[in-house]
Nanobody, 119 residues
């Protein structure tokens, strides 16, 4: 089992920044991807940004150039630096870890942290 604990959400004004962090613990296989998804009210959960343990990244088009994902493989942590936030970024942000368990991918989720962008 894998446990994920997030921190760093909150209320921020448009144009502001927040840094989200997530720490993973438990049995984590070496080939894995950590990252962030978000879900706004009335919308489906969507990918924000992910980083594999080899350093490869994936970003949603809507956040490219504004958000940066990073991770510390030794500590099993992943962070999301969010800049130039706008109202459309308001959502619950979920940390995700996916690892290859030999024959299938296993996914784990954090409890979510609220990000609200408002003046």
């Amino acid at each position: 089992q894998v446990q994920l604990v997030e921190s760093g959400g909150g209320l921020v004004q448009p144009g502001g920044s927040l840094r989200l962090s997530c720490a993973a613990s438990g049995t984590i296989f070496s080939f894995n991807v950590m990252g962030w998804y978000r879900q706004a009210p009335g919308k489906e959960r969507e990918l924000v940004a992910t980083m594999a343990n080899d350093g490869s990244t994936s970003y949603a088009d809507s956040v490219k150039g504004r958000f940066t994902v990073s991770r510390d493989n030794a500590k099993n942590t992943v962070s999301l630096q969010t800049n130039r936030l706008n109202a459309e970024d308001t959502a619950v942000y979920y940390c995700n870890l996916a690892h290859w368990a030999g024959s299938t991918w296993s996914h784990y989720w954090g409890q979510g942290t609220q990000v609200t962008v408002s003046s």
